[in-house]
């Protein structure tokens, strides 16, 4: 672990101000949980996701998905790729979301481009793919996203329906 140099005191109440650039680097919005982590005389701080209790299901819903129609498929959580199956996965999972992508998920909105489109998935490295893209709703919440991508123009109603599907099955495990 690495220090950052930042000193803040406790105030009367227990609370402590994470410094902005960090929350900022960190992608810590308001309002978002953090979880926290006690070992001997440290306390650690870390980015709770719904979506990381059901990470071992999305690797292997990514892989049954793309052995069957052969597209890559990735799952995300509110901030980076969890999961992905595919010959174009290794350029995405662990990797931070786009604004693009970070969009889509605040509107709850799905995202359909059945031909080759330019489109960035993570920030600064754009490319010329056809895709859906789904939101993983829980209670009314976007906890992530499901998307198939191809490097062809070969999206369709199959692919559709399996990343509808594939997004609501992962906000119905949620929940549970």
Do not use: C
């Not at 990381?52 to 995300?76: G, R, W, Y």
């Not at 976007?142 to 991508?149: K, P, Q």
Request: charged content about 30%; hydrophobic content about 40%.
């Amino acid at each position: 672990m690495k220090s950052t140099g930042v000193v803040r005191r406790v105030d009367d109440l227990g609370r402590i101000v994470i410094p902005k650039e960090i929350r900022r680097t960190l992608r810590i919005r308001d309002g978002e949980a953090l979880e926290i982590f006690v070992d001997s005389e440290m306390i650690a701080l870390r980015k709770f996701s719904k979506m990381t209790d059901i990470s071992e299901v999305a690797k292997e819903l990514v892989d049954i998905i793309n052995s069957n129609i052969n597209k890559t498929v990735l799952i995300t959580d509110r901030d980076k790729f969890i999961a992905g199956s595919g010959s174009l996965k290794k350029n995405y999972v662990e990797k931070n979301i786009s604004k693009f992508l970070e969009n889509i998920m605040s509107d709850r909105k799905s995202v359909v481009e059945t031909s080759k489109h330019p489109i960035e998935l993570v920030e600064n490295f754009k490319e010329s793919l056809a895709y859906v893209i789904y939101p993983i709703i829980m209670n009314g919440d976007a906890m992530g996203l499901v998307l198939v991508i191809s490097d062809k123009s070969d999206i369709g109603q199959l692919e559709e329906k399996l990343v509808n599907i594939t997004a609501q099955f992962l906000g119905k495990h949620i929940e549970e």
